[in-house]
């Protein structure tokens, strides 16, 4: 259920600030109390915990989407200042969400975006954005280094296993291979070059002998 919620001064029971999540209002207070943004609220939070305080948090109303629930954050933003309420919020409201949407939510967004096509151009753009941060020396893979566990491994092997049980799928590797194995094996070659300056001798054996088979594959397997 998404929650509008106010929190308010203790030493004074004042409303300061109000906000909307999904999330339970203890987990968005710790948020708020660990909040590193440089912001009205944070200025007042601060000040609280330089008196070993902080804010407490309540539950206004719970709404059950998210459109309503911009609404509504920007209802009480407008009408709490009118009533004498000194509010820390920087802006009218709706213009964010904090935690995590509903699956109520998820479904309502998947429905609204399914059949959508992006032009070309947007793709383009998406592309070079795309180009741009893997080749900023700063990019770092977050799995560079990594190794999957024997689950998963095992999970990726069955998932091949079924592909190559598709027609299509076996006669564009067949073709690949018919095409690998037309130039003289060359690109087999500098793949097992690589592999011996990573992998143990036994993988590479067994990499080997995976590609002489898929090569003499190649060469008389029928499709179908």
Avoid at 68 to 74: D, G, P, Q, W
Wanted: no cysteine.
């Amino acid at each position: 259920m998404l929650s509008i919620y106010a929190l308010k001064d203790p030493r004074t029971n004042e409303i300061r600030y109000i906000g909307k999540t999904s999330v339970g209002l203890d987990v968005r207070l710790r948020g708020h109390l660990h909040e590193r943004k440089n912001t009205l609220k944070r200025e007042w939070v601060k000040n609280l915990k330089s008196e070993n305080l902080q804010p407490t948090i309540h539950l206004l109303e719970e709404i059950e989407n998210v459109d309503a629930l911009n609404m509504a954050e920007k209802k009480w933003i407008a009408i709490l200042p009118h009533l004498g309420v000194k509010l820390t919020n920087e802006t009218a409201g709706g213009d964010g969400f904090q935690g995590r949407h509903t699956n109520k939510s998820k479904e309502k967004m998947s429905r609204a975006r399914k059949g959508r096509k992006q032009s070309k151009e947007h793709v383009q753009k998406r592309m070079e954005a795309l180009r741009k941060t893997i080749q900023n020396p700063s990019y770092s893979n977050p799995h560079k280094g990594s190794r999957l566990s024997a689950e998963h491994r095992q999970k990726l092997s069955e998932a091949k296993k079924e592909t190559w049980k598709t027609p299509d799928y076996r006669k564009s590797t067949v073709e690949r291979l018919r095409r690998i194995a037309s130039k003289g094996g060359s690109s087999l070659k500098l793949t097992a070059s690589k592999m011996r300056r990573r992998q143990s001798t036994e993988t590479i054996r067994k990499r080997v002998e995976t590609r002489k088979r898929n090569k003499e594959m190649a060469n008389g397997v029928q499709i179908g």
